[in-house]
């Protein structure tokens, strides 16, 4: 793994953002923004640690699980061209409005 951080958080952010339903990254919901810094620039919604890779998105479509599964690969093959072995966390932080119109109906209340 010598890709450095800039190459690498750039690779997960274009792979992530070109999944159909990701509205956007977003730097998470706590108060220790997600991105990963490095000299000249950040990418906000991007984490790496030594073991993973944590991409923290907004989703636009349904079913929300599938789209996150949809991240996770795409980030995967973008970590495997670069030759990079660690896993994949996919954070979903928040959902775009227009996707609320979209909610699946309810009974009671409850899903």
Do not use: I, K, Y
């Not at 977003?26 to 990963?36: K, Q």
């Amino acid at each position: 793994m010598s890709t450095d951080r800039e190459t690498t958080a750039r690779a997960v952010a274009a792979a992530a953002l070109g999944v159909p339903g990701v509205a956007g990254l977003t730097g998470g919901r706590g108060a220790v923004v997600a991105a990963t810094n490095f000299p000249g620039g950040r990418v906000v919604g991007v984490r790496l640690t030594p073991t993973s890779v944590w991409v923290h998105v907004v989703l636009g479509r349904w079913p929300l699980n599938l789209v996150a599964d949809e991240v996770r690969l795409a980030v995967r093959s973008a970590l495997d061209d670069l030759q990079d072995p660690r896993t994949v966390e996919v954070v979903v932080d928040d959902l775009d409005e227009s996707v609320l119109g979209d909610l699946p109906a309810t009974r009671g209340g409850l899903p």
